[in-house]
């Protein structure tokens, strides 16, 4: 049984939900490849995958659109994100390899993330199962699938349809979620490790607030405005804060550093959130799916796309609160009483555990892909 894992821009977050899955299908004997764009090698080579290199759109093509989507409106930036960026861009840049890869290869089965439709379109020609790992919320990957489909239908008629019918696998709780697609396949990933966190507060026992905006809004030019807000509302707080900037943004860029704030590139939030009391973040699926598995109420402060609707069903939910913007001028005071408000109410910490709950009673990843490749 050979699976392709196919993922497209959008680096860790994009690629990260793919990967419980096709452990679970390489657990079980398949030999597993996962093909994407040249920026992604590391990181799939982080992950103990081979991986296939398609092409990308240039910098200069995306840069625009990127700088683009935290200012427009939502609309827009739905428009912009995933019928040109995804649905026209990444697509045309990714077929031509994707194509010759299944034509050599020989796939049985594609796993993909919903923003990857090159994959989609080669399933559709060559009639290769697939099925789509989510990202985030069902109704906003239904709702993105939507947008993109005038860039899709008229490179491969019936291409969006075979998508909205395909198998569905998310983590997100039906409390949070529900879901669009006919069939969607709920599965819990086995409990991660973990590695211990380093004591870099010596010795304190002041509550750990995980701090992080993921790994795309590094890469913009408000990024360093961004970071300097959360450290200015987190400045004499009594509480430990771990701020993660990614591996594009130089730190130095943030000025001074509060005393009790440890600022890394990159930690495994699988070693944080163990130890984590709150997490502070942009609302990418990610870390909100980590933090709400691990029981930790959030603060979310969105920047674009599906960030502003998962954090409205955080704050629904009551598993936390939601911020407007990190950009207004009182930005670091609200986000400041937010992190306050969290704290204070055990009641935020209660809703998320029962969001976790839920969660932990799902099949497990292995016997979801026993099925997919039965």
Not at 101 to 118: S, V
Not at 132 to 147: D, K, M, R, T, W
């Amino acid at each position: 049984m050979r699976v392709l894992g196919a993922c497209s821009l959008g680096g860790a977050g994009h690629l990260h939900p793919l990967v419980p899955v096709l452990d679970a299908a390489r657990r079980r004997g398949a030999d597993v490849v996962i093909a994407g764009p040249p920026a992604l090698r590391d990181l799939v080579a982080d992950a103990g995958f081979p991986f296939e290199p398609g092409g990308e759109p240039p910098e200069a093509e995306i840069a625009p659109i990127r700088e683009r989507l935290p200012v427009v409106a939502a609309a827009d930036a739905a428009r912009l994100g995933n019928r040109e960026l995804f649905g026209r861009l990444a697509t045309t840049a990714m077929l031509p390899a994707m194509t010759a890869l299944c034509a050599t290869w020989q796939p049985d089965l594609i796993l993909r993330e919903p923003a990857e439709y090159a994959s989609a379109i080669v399933a559709c020609r060559r009639g290769v199962p697939m099925a789509q790992v989510a990202i985030s919320l069902a109704e906003v990957e239904a709702g993105s699938l939507a947008f993109a489909a005038p860039a899709l239908e008229p490179v491969e008629a019936g291409v969006v349809d075979a998508l909205h019918a395909a198998p569905y696998l998310t983590r997100c709780p039906v409390a949070l979620d529900p879901s669009p697609f006919p069939t969607t396949v709920r599965f819990r990933e086995p409990p991660a490790a973990g590695a211990p966190l380093g004591d870099w507060w010596g010795g304190s026992e002041a509550p750990l607030v995980y701090v992080t905006l993921g790994t795309v809004i590094g890469r913009l030019s408000t990024a360093a405005a961004r970071y300097r807000t959360l450290l200015d509302a987190v400045a004499g707080l009594d509480v430990r804060v771990l701020l993660t900037v990614g591996r594009v943004l130089d730190a130095t860029a943030l000025g001074d550093i509060p005393a009790n704030v440890r600022v890394e590139p990159w930690v495994d939030q699988a070693d944080v959130l163990p130890h984590a009391h709150l997490v502070v973040c942009h609302g990418g699926s990610g870390t909100l799916f980590g933090a709400l598995a691990a029981g930790v109420p959030l603060v979310v402060i969105p920047a674009f796309g599906d960030q502003v609707e998962n954090g409205r069903r955080v704050a629904a939910a009551h598993a936390g609160l939601t911020a407007r913007s990190t950009e207004l001028p009182d930005g670091a005071i609200g986000v400041r009483e937010l992190i306050r408000l969290v704290l204070a109410d055990d009641s935020y910490r209660d809703a998320a555990r029962r969001l976790a709950a839920e969660m932990a009673s799902y099949p497990t990843v292995d016997d979801v892909v026993a099925g997919l490749l039965a």
